[in-house]
């Protein structure tokens, strides 16, 4: 579903902040990017959802290439990242009706989504309040509802549990379980081995912008040699970080 | 598609969006200010034209008289000789001046002998008809009143018998043939005159083309600044604006429903300012309303367009307001200098977006506003917003514009790390002079050093000098001042060279100067160039006060600066005194008695406010900021001569600036430079150099700088031997040797001084 191919990105001819990216993520599968912050996760999750271009190489999402049909990709991802904000004079009920306007859904499946959602993360109480009055959890369960309101069949998540106490963490992870068992595509980076390690089929870690290592969590700890997935991660980490 | 442009524009209504920064509560402020300005000078004007009129001139309808300005002899003699009975019908009256081109003075003497047109001859006329080998024909200019029409038919029936008859009885008395040539060139002046008569209408056409489009301009710039700031840029500050980008709305969408968030918001305010202010003040008729609706709705879509335009290429609040508000600026500006036209503009204005807005207001106002003018603003407004739709599309498919990506601000800030890491960076001083105990922390290269130094004083006095004008032309754009004022501008302009524009700019600076309303704004301009450094030095600099000169730290320090202050206000006031008495033992001055009286104590007040900052601002941008600094890199010599170079530069644009005016002013600078150096503050200069202006101007009633003033105590003139070289001329005493015998006299007391006291440091 996604396939990212020798990918690089600079901010004005500077220094590579993502360099020689390749991997690909299938159907039903959760794929995980790790590493430390300022390694250019976000910067990868961006040109996958079209926030930003690759100054070289090629994204294709779906069969769809981000440089020339971002459109058509956009309604096929839900993307959350840390960055995105929810307007916090508006209420959850709004926000709904005001995606949904954008996804051009149309409003009997906006009202089903709604019930749907606020049922399953229990936004119910909250949907005439404020963003602002809410708590962090409820407003990324929030923010993760309205990523997927057009239910697409691709979905990149930066960092879905930072911040989170433990409870919503475990929802969260839960859901995303559920959605690569429902077929979708789930690209998802953090920096919590835990998650990586609980969820992924598959990680990439990343180090300086470029990808060290990649497989699941056992490849990586027979590759290292180490007995944990932590100190795997730091083996590679010490080998490829430059000073 | 619609939809989605809906729900974007519905956002601009959702978001709690006023008074969020500092920026829009001032401009807030500042426009609350300016309309009430506004009002409160139509107020005056109100008061001036129904209640406290007390001008009995005569009707101007029944006005027959002819003014007949330096009438030649010939003229005498062909009337004398009663050739014809051109002036049978008609009273003259006959007036001298050397000024026969100057419009406010016929002006003024029509109004005086109540006459309806005046003929004015060159003063050489007849010489030049007469003389044998004549090449040139003299000039016979007619001013006629334009407010009644029966007074262009009447000057022009006299004037076709007065031409042919006296043209004949010229060529007639020369004794050439009279089919050869015509003894003289006819010009004819049209001048405005208003009547009592017609003050009601002439009120009328002042609200619709001051009060009421300006109002409804400043409504709609801020509403527009307001939503529009919010509108994308707010979004992208307050992390929203990725969410939408991220659905599949095309970016035209995004700035379509944008652009009409922002419309219908600056609707808000006309819906309920246009009823009010249009029936308000009596303009009734539907046509004229429907069509200020119309102008108002195209003003407000090319601003929503504009700002959104703005608000695209910025990231917060802050900065797009801060980007708008040079447009909001200029602007006003396009409102004053559109406000100021009399009469019908040409037609290209009534095109021209902003500009061809405000005369489509006022116009219609009047009702003669024709549909083809409507037709054509219609055009260029939609095609300049539509250009500007799709300029920020364009915007919008940029990374640098829709990235609220941290990673790349985190790359950005790692870069600047490295570079303060980096120990080339590490800038040790060692300043070649040590002047205010300035020490340098950066490096500066040469040039980009002396640009900014040179730049800086003329940036800043360029920048709010212009707005302290804005403040008197508001001032004078009522009543007849106004015409007066700009007609005096108008002749200024015309009489002198095209080489001269700086000093026909002084020229009206002096006109002003005798201006309270302008001495207290120039005032404020000149506390907020104090202001300016002092933000440079704190904000910017992170240095202390004392390394301007102005230690004001502690209570002993504060103490001390006064006492500076008050020999500095001696110093000045001895030096400047010198000079007088030097013109006055060599005759050079004819001073005539006190002037000042009861009624100029309020402008001689506002005077001495002005001259407080006005020294100190010099002196805080010359000795107080560059010398300290400039030295620090050149040395105390270098920065002693450059600091002196500009400030002789800074007056070049006076009026009669010479080249022993530059040589004093720049002798003057060495000296408070020098002194500046000595006492190592700056409140001693400072109160020298507004001393010495004070004095000069309003004690003693002498030019300052080229700059004359008004609300003197003693009335100075310049006896008729006076010799320009000793007493300056009209650049005041500055330009002359008289002050800088003083000077130099000052300097050599003063490098004595020092020379003692450093002798007297040295140990042993």
Known sequence: ???????????????????????????????????????????????????????????????????????????????????????????????????????????????????????????????????????????????????????????????????????????????????????????????????????????????????VAQGSVLDLKENTGTDSFENAFFKLYSEHHKE | MLRVIWAIAGRSFSRGTHFKTKVSRLTAVSCVLFILTCFFYMSGFVYER????????????????????????????????????????????????????????????????????????????????????????????????????????QHDEFMVTFTEEYGNYLVSEKGAAVSEYEPFQLINNETEFLSDEDSGQYFLSVISKMVIPLVIFIAVLYSAMESGVAAVAG????????????????????????????????????????????????????????????????????????????????KSTLSAQTSFLPVFLILLVVCVIAMQEKGTPAAVYFFLPFYGHYHGISASLNGDYSLIYFLSLVATSLISSVILIFASTRLLRMEQFTTTNDSASDFWEKLELAKLSNPKKNYVSFPKANIFDYRPTRRRGTFAMLMYHFSLPLFLISLLQPIALLVPLIYYLRSEASTKFIESIGSMVSSMQIGNIASAVMGLFNLLMQDQVFILAMSLCYVIIIAVYIFIVKKIEKNPLSTIGMPLHSLPA????????????????????????????????????????????????????MWIPQGASEEVMLRGYMLPRVGAK???????????????????????????????????????????????????????????????????????????????????????????WLTGGSFGPEGGLAVSIITIIALLILLLCRHRISNEKLPG
């Open chain 2, 558 to 609: 504060v103490k001390k600066a006064a006492v500076s202050y008050g020999k500095g206000l001696l110093l000045g006031f001895c030096m400047i005194s010198g000079v007088y008495l030097i013109l006055l033992l060599t005759r050079q001055l004819r001073p005539s008695g006190i002037a000042l009286n009861m009624a100029s104590v309020p402008l001689f007040l506002s005077y001495i406010l």
């Open chain 2, 50 to 153: 129904f209640i406290g009129s007390d001008d009995e001139s005569g009707s101007i309808l029944d006005r027959e008289t002819v003014l007949i300005v330096n009438a030649p002899e010939s003229l005498d003699n062909f009337v004398d000789e009663a050739v014809s009975g051109v002036f049978t019908n008609v009273d003259t009256v006959r007036l001298e001046t050397n000024a026969y081109y100057d419009f406010i003075s016929i002006n003024e003497a029509l109004r005086e002998n109540e006459a309806y047109m005046a003929i004015v001859f060159s003063t050489d006329f007849d010489e030049v008809v007469f003389s044998s080998n004549q090449t040139s024909r003299p000039q016979i200019i007619t001013y006629f009143e334009t407010s009644n029409a029966g007074f262009k038919n």
């Open chain 2, 235 to 314: 979004e992208k500050e307050k992390g929203t604006f990725a969410a939408i980008l991220l659905t599949p709305v095309s970016r035209m969408q995004i700035v379509l429903g944008s652009v009409l968030g922002v419309f219908l918001h600056t609707l808000i305010p006309c819906a309920i300012l246009i009823p009010l202010l249009t029936i308000g003040f009596g303009f009734i008729e539907v046509g004229s309303i429907i069509s200020v609706v119309a102008i108002t709705m195209l003003l407000c879509f090319l601003l929503s367009a504009l700002i959104i335009t703005i608000s695209i290429m910025n």
């Open chain 1, 1 to 211: 579903m996604i396939e990212v191919n020798h990918v690089y990105k600079q901010y004005r001819k500077a220094v590579n902040v993502v360099e020689d990216v390749s991997f690909s993520v299938r159907k039903g599968q959760i794929f995980g990017l790790l590493g430390p912050n300022g390694a250019g996760k976000t910067t990868l999750m961006q040109m996958i959802a079209t926030l930003l271009f690759p100054t070289r190489g090629t994204i294709t999402v779906c069969g769809l290439n981000t440089s020339t049909q971002e459109r058509e990709i956009r309604k096929n991802i839900g993307f959350l990242t840390s960055e995105v904000k929810l307007d916090p004079f508006s209420t959850p009920d709004k926000l709904f009706d005001f995606f949904g306007d954008l996804y051009q859904l149309d409003r009997a499946a906006i009202a089903a989504k709604k019930e749907e959602s606020f049922e399953r993360f229990g936004i119910g109480p909250f949907a005439g309040k404020k963003i602002m009055e809410l708590s962090t959890g409820m407003k990324q369960k929030i923010s993760i509802a309205i990523s997927l309101i057009h239910n697409p069949p691709v979905v990149i998540f930066d960092e879905p549990t930072n911040g989170l106490d433990i409870l919503t963490a475990h929802q969260v992870t839960d859901y995303l379980r559920e959605l690569g068992a429902s077929g979708h595509a789930v690209l998802l980076s953090t920096h919590i081995f835990s998650v990586a390690e609980a969820l992924c089929d598959e990680l990439a870690i990343i180090v300086d912008g470029r990808i």
């Open chain 2, 634 to 724: 050149f040395g105390r010599g270098a920065a002693v001569g450059l600091t002196s170079l500009l400030f002789g530069l800074l007056h070049a644009g006076n009026v009669g600036f010479s080249l022993i005016a530059l040589i004093n002013l720049i002798l003057i600078a060495v000296f408070f430079a020098l002194l500046a150096c000595h006492t190592q503050e700056i409140f001693t200069v400072c109160a020298a150099h507004t001393a010495w202006n004070f004095a000069q101007g309003n004690l003693f009633g002498m030019h300052v700088s080229g700059a004359a003033g008004a609300a003197n105590v003693l009335d100075t003139r310049y006896s008729e031997s006076s010799l320009d």
